[in-house]
């Protein structure tokens, strides 16, 4: 937008940032968030301080960069008043969990390291964020993010206070921040919707099960080569002598690809669905549905402490639903999905649900793009987290005003 545009927005504005930032105290930090917003908001290649303050008239670099890096205001208590203000209105289908990097030069910025960096598509130095969406198919928006704070910074006591990484705060797995997120957007009485992730995450045994033990539903892709019995392979052992320990029940024919799985069967079992109607038209695909047991070793441990231990174990892994796609012009499946809602639940509704993660990638453009996500300049956890907690804000005020069918939507 330009300054035009951001001045007709200003009453607007300023009533959106008295309600979200009303748990920050002072009336002058309250105006910083709203110069803030209006710089990211604002056209300009760069969305760091420097350059939106010089285009901003009431512009002040020194109390911008002060207010995002120095001053304390509780950024989970303004995501927070986002997320309560903006989600309802999102009216969401999913919450899609997913992470986002940002390359790095240096060694000091919090959570910097050598990792896997999705924006470079190569192992980089860069920071990494998970993020959790609430999502329909019309928006999104993005309700709380946790930055990754890798193995190598858990005992680097120089490091993490020349960044002013919080005590409390340690090296925790992408997928247990993902947990922490759900569980913050849960305690902000967010009513929780199908959790959609990517392999990254749906891969991990754990993760699918704490999502169960919490009650949610899920959606999450796996890879091909996870492991799984069909559903009615049954564990069984071999007749004891009378002697020694009793033979243990196990599966006595080897898991399967889920690749293989999917393919066994042919063509002749998948059903053309469609999910949705994109910009040329329906989008469509053919799926399969059928229930499995997935294996490997995290499978058969997390069944077994279930059960309370080995020897009360009955050797059978719990099923799940297994969804996947074979595209008509492709010579295999190429995508699988597992989850925990019943195998009859109609086709069209899981292809969609699976499929859900595509508006992510509409948050991430605008924010990166268009809202500076990526071009916050600071070193330190709090900037880190205040920067992305104004871009989020930013993001949810764009939003607010594209579902509201009275209002003249910006450029």
């Given at each position: 937008m330009d300054l035009g545009e951001i001045e007709?927005?200003?009453?607007?504005?300023?009533?959106?940032?008295?309600e979200v930032f009303a748990s920050v105290p002072r009336r002058d930090q309250r105006a910083k968030g709203d110069c803030y917003l209006r710089g990211l908001m604002l056209d300009g290649r760069r969305k760091s301080i420097q350059p939106m303050a010089e285009r901003l008239p009431d512009g002040d670099m020194q109390a911008l960069q002060q207010f995002v890096n120095q001053s304390p205001w509780d950024h989970?208590?303004?995501?927070?008043?986002?997320?309560?203000?903006?989600?309802?209105?999102?009216?969401?289908?999913?919450?899609?969990?997913?992470?986002?990097?940002?390359?790095?030069?240096?060694?000091?910025?919090?959570?910097?390291?050598?990792?896997?960096?999705?924006?470079?598509?190569?192992?980089?130095?860069?920071q990494v964020a998970v993020s959790l969406h609430a999502a329909s198919d019309t928006a999104s928006v993005p309700i709380s993010w946790r930055l990754f704070l890798p193995q190598e910074w858990q005992d680097a006591a120089g490091r993490r206070a020349r960044a002013g990484v919080p005590e409390e705060v340690g090296h925790l797995e992408k997928w247990r921040l993902a947990l922490d997120l759900i569980d913050e957007a849960i305690g902000w009485d967010l009513v929780p919707q199908v959790i959609v992730a990517d392999a990254g995450y749906g891969q991990n045994t754990a993760f699918r099960q704490a999502l169960a033990d919490r009650g949610l539903d899920f959606v999450v892709a796996v890879r091909a080569d996870e492991s799984a019995h069909p559903h009615d392979a049954v564990p069984t052992a071999p007749a004891w002598s009378g002697t020694g320990r009793k033979p243990a029940l196990r599966y006595r024919t080897g898991a399967l690809s889920l690749k293989?799985?999917?393919?066994?069967?042919?063509?002749?079992?998948?059903?053309?669905?469609?999910?949705?109607?994109?910009?040329?038209?329906?989008?469509?695909?053919?799926?399969?549905?059928?229930?499995?047991r997935p294996a490997g070793v995290a499978a058969r441990r997390h069944a077994m402490a279930r059960a309370g231990g080995s020897t009360a174990w009955d050797g059978v892994l719990p099923p799940a639903t297994l969804l996947s796609e074979w595209?008509?012009?492709?010579?295999?499946?190429?995508?699988?999905?597992?989850?925990?809602?019943?195998?009859?639940?109609?086709?069209?509704?899981?292809?969609?649900?699976a499929k859900m993660r595509w508006r992510i990638e509409h948050d991430y453009r605008e924010m990166k793009h268009g809202l500076g996500l990526d071009h916050f300049e600071g070193r330190t956890w709090r900037?880190?987290?205040?920067?992305?907690?104004?871009?989020?804000?930013?993001?949810?005020?764009?939003t607010l005003r594209r579902l509201d069918p009275k209002a003249t939507a910006p450029a």
């Open positions: 007709q927005l200003r009453g607007e504005l300023a009533a959106f940032v008295a989970a208590a303004v995501l927070r008043a986002v997320a309560v203000k903006t989600v309802p209105v999102v009216d969401p289908l999913v919450w899609v969990i997913d992470d986002v990097s940002f390359p790095k030069d240096g060694k000091m910025s919090a959570g910097v390291a050598r990792q896997w960096c999705g924006a470079l598509g190569k192992q980089s130095n860069c293989d799985l999917a393919a066994e069967t042919g063509r002749k079992a998948y059903r053309q669905a469609t999910w949705r109607t994109g910009s040329k038209g329906p989008m469509r695909s053919r799926f399969r549905v059928r229930i499995v595209p008509a012009d492709e010579k295999t499946p190429t995508e699988y999905w597992l989850t925990n809602l019943p195998a009859d639940t109609p086709l069209r509704h899981l292809a969609r649900l900037g880190w987290h205040h920067h992305a907690t104004l871009v989020t804000a930013a993001h949810a005020f764009l």
